[in-house]
């Protein structure tokens, strides 16, 4: 799979390169990148095998080269009927070690990431060195849905993946006569994964979580230590202090469990595309309900982009309710950015109603924003 670098910022297919990597000006963070992987000639490499790869030529990015894996067969057995995408760090050095965060996104024909692809665990904080890497996806997007969803549209059958990254650190030790190197090199952290396992394992758990009939072990000093409510319930001297077995009302359990692998690993677990939205929303209530203010804060992040007609209703009342500002302020510049047709469709659905009963205060700020579009009815009431 050849790539062509390029500095044009359209999503211009080559015609005779299997694949094209081209940056793009992004917000100006140091060492952040954005790179456009487009494999216009996928019908080529259909059907190649499972385990099979076709290799990206290098490019450049946060001073480092890089080059990408492309399985469009799935990369293992288990991943037959899947496409597998993997990022590498070409390494300058036999001792070197860069620390990352990465997100791989698919782009639709428009070359604009589609939110059930992009967000597949968001941002992941990712170690490249000659032990670690690489990082990406083994089960990325079927080839059914792929072509179902209708992102199989640039020429020759192409489609395109949006690699960005952030390259945040750098460890390259130098060789010194008389020493032994290997034992120089100083490993990255791996204290959140540490957390996680011994989340997963139960080990040394001193409390029990009962929630919706199932039943989740935990740690004091951990859960005190992350929350402040936390902190009150299990080593304060409120009585679940002492209590082995806390019963948590009005949250489904697995919203529970991802607010758990958050508390101890700093990252919101994968969830299935289908439940994506409304896993995100009870994770931001349980957040906001246990004071889990980074958790809520990238809630609000990936709340964000599922914002559309269907759901900017019940995403306004959600930021109100849960004073999270920035998602609010959101919601009203899409507002502020819809035509009078698409205005109509929202305001006549019955979120749209129970928005203006439960959150008047929300009318009286949102209909001066709109006051500056041509005319147009917002039907409410305040009973």
Request: charged letters at 20%; aromatic letters at 8%.
């Amino acid at each position: 799979m050849g790539c062509v670098m390029s500095s044009s910022s359209t999503p211009t297919p080559s015609a005779t390169a299997a694949a094209a990597v081209k940056p793009q000006t992004v917000s100006p963070r140091s060492g952040s990148h954005v790179l456009l992987l487009y494999i216009n000639v996928y019908p080529t490499y259909q059907g190649l095998g499972n385990g099979k790869c076709v290799k990206s030529e290098t490019f450049l990015a946060g001073g480092r080269r890089w080059y990408v894996e492309f399985y469009p067969d799935g990369q293992g057995p288990q991943d037959a009927g899947w496409i597998s995408v993997f990022l590498f760090l070409v390494p300058a050095g036999a001792f070197e070690v860069v620390t990352t965060q990465v997100k791989i996104s698919l782009l639709d024909a428009h070359g604009k990431p589609v939110p059930s692809y992009g967000r597949r665990g968001g941002w992941r904080c990712c170690t490249f060195s000659s032990n670690e890497g690489p990082w990406g996806y083994s089960r990325f997007i079927t080839r059914a849905d792929l072509e179902r969803l209708g992102h199989v549209s640039w020429e020759n059958g192409g489609f395109g993946v949006q690699f960005d990254i952030i390259v945040s650190k750098e460890i390259s030790t130098e060789y010194v006569p008389g020493r032994n190197h290997d034992r120089m090199l100083v490993p990255p952290s791996d204290i959140l994964h540490d957390l996680g396992q011994l989340l997963s394992s139960g080990e040394g758990a001193d409390v029990m979580f009962e929630v919706g009939g199932e039943m989740f072990a935990a740690h004091r000093c951990v859960l005190g230590a992350r929350s402040s409510v936390f902190r009150a319930q299990l080593l304060g001297p409120m009585k679940e202090s002492t209590s082995m077995c806390v019963q948590i009302e009005d949250m489904e359990p697995k919203v529970f469990q991802a607010l758990l692998h958050f508390t101890y690993t700093d990252s919101v677990p994968d969830v299935d595309d289908a439940d994506a939205l409304g896993m995100i929303q009870h994770l931001l209530v349980a957040a906001d309900r246990y004071g889990l203010k980074r958790l809520k804060l990238t809630c609000e992040e990936k709340l964000c982009g599922y914002i559309n007609t269907s759901t900017v209703a019940t995403t306004v009342a959600l930021a109100e309710q849960h004073a999270c500002p920035a998602l609010k302020e959101e919601c009203f510049r899409f507002l502020e950015s819809c035509n009078n047709s698409m205005l109509d469709l929202i305001t006549r659905s019955s979120d749209f109603e129970h928005l203006a009963r439960s959150c008047p205060s929300i009318m009286k700020e949102l209909i001066p924003k709109l006051a500056r579009k041509p005319p147009c009815v917002i039907k409410y009431s305040n009973m």
